[in-house]
C-alpha cells in the first residue's frame, strides 16, 4: 500500500456525491469526512444535475432505494456518464427483489466504474444463483473467482468484500486480508467501503491501484479500529482515519 496516497487524498478533498440510503448516511458521511473526503448526500432529483457536475466521484447505493430515489439515480447517472466521472455501484440486496434486480440493471447498462458488494450480490450479478439473506451475504464458494467472473460480465471492477476482499478487473484478482470480524456486526462498513472507494478513485493513478489501495487502507483502518469492543469500533475508526497520514502508516501494508 503506498501510504503517501493517504495524504494525497486528504490534500485533494475530493467531494464525493453519495445517492444514500436513510439507515446509514450519517455513518458514511462521517467516515468520508474523516478520511478527508467532502460528502454530499442530495435527495431532490431536480438539482441533480448541478450537483454532479460539482462531483469528483458518485456512489449509487439502492439500500432503500424508492421511486424517488429512482428518478435522483437516473439524473446523477445521466450526468455522471456525460462527465466521465468514476461511479461506484453498491448493489444492496440486490437479487432480494424485482424491483432492485431492474433497477440495478438499468445502472449496469449506462456503466459504472466499480461494483463494491458482498459476496452474495456479486455473485447474482456474476450470473450465479446466491445465498444471500437480506443485505447480508450467504456463504458463497469461490469468491476469487466470483469478483472475477463479475468484473468480466459487468465490463467494470468489481470489489467482493467479506473476510478476505478480492478486487479485480477481470484479468487480474487481488486479495485484501485485513479487516476485523466486528466490521460485518456493524451496520454500514460495506456502504462506508463503497463510498470511500469512490473517493480513493479521485487519484490520479489506475483506477486498479486506487481501488486496491483503498479497499487494503479501509481493512487495515478497521483492524486497528478493533479493540475487543463492539460499541468502540465506529468511533475508533473515525480517530484512526483522521489522524492517519504517511508518516503514522510508514511500512504498514506493503
Ligand atoms: N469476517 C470478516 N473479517 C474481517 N473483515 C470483514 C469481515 N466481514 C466483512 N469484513 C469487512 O467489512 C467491510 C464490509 O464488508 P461486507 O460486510 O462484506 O459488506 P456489506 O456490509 O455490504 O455486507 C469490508 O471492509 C470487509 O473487508
Ligand atoms: C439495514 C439496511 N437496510 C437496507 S440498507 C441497510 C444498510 C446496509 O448496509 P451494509 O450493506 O453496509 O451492511
Ligand atoms: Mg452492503
Not at 458482498?118 to 456463504?139: F, K, P, T, V
Not at 458463497?140 to 469478483?147: F, I, K
Not at 490520479?204 to 479497499?215: D, H, L, M, W, Y
Amino acid at each position: 500500500m503506498k501510504t503517501n496516497l493517504i495524504d494525497q487524498i486528504k490534500a485533494q478533498r475530493p467531494l464525493v456525491l453519495v445517492v444514500t440510503n436513510f439507515i446509514t448516511a450519517g455513518a458514511v458521511a462521517n467516515v468520508l469526512s474523516a478520511a478527508g473526503m467532502s460528502p454530499m448526500m442530495p435527495s431532490d432529483f431536480h438539482e441533480a444535475t448541478e450537483l454532479t457536475q460539482l462531483a469528483d466521484a458518485v456512489t449509487i447505493n439502492i439500500g432503500s432505494v424508492d421511486s424517488d430515489q429512482a428518478a435522483l439515480i437516473d439524473a446523477v447517472m445521466a450526468t455522471a456518464t456525460q462527465l466521465s466521472k468514476p461511479i461506484v455501484l453498491d448493489p444492496v440486496a440486490v437479487s432480494a427483489s424485482q424491483a432492485r434486480q431492474s433497477l440495478v440493471q438499468s445502472i449496469l447498462k449506462k456503466g459504472v466504474t466499480l461494483i463494491r458488494g458482498n459476496a452474495s450480490e456479486i455473485a447474482y450479478l456474476a450470473g450465479i444463483q446466491s445465498q444471500a439473506r437480506g443485505i447480508d451475504a450467504g456463504d458463497e464458494n469461490n469468491p476469487a473467482y466470483l469478483a472475477q467472473l463479475c468484473a468480466q460480465k459487468q465490463h467494470c471492477l468489481v470489489v467482493l468484500s467479506g473476510p478476505i476482499d478480492y478486487v479485480s478487473d477481470g484479468k487480474t484478482t487481488v486479495e485484501c486480508t485485513m479487516g476485523s470480524p466486528m466490521m460485518p456486526k456493524i451496520v454500514g462498513t460495506g456502504d462506508m467501503l463503497s463510498a470511500f472507494l469512490s473517493g480513493c478513485l479521485s487519484l490520479p493513478i489506475s483506477q486498479f491501484e486506487a481501488v486496491k489501495f483503498g479497499t487494503e487502507y479501509f481493512g487495515q483502518v478497521g483492524q486497528r479500529a478493533d479493540t475487543g469492543k463492539l460499541g468502540d469500533w465506529s468511533a475508533n475508526f473515525l480517530t484512526i482515519l483522521d489522524q492517519a497520514n504517511s508518516k503514522s502508516w510508514k511500512g504498514v501494508g506493503k
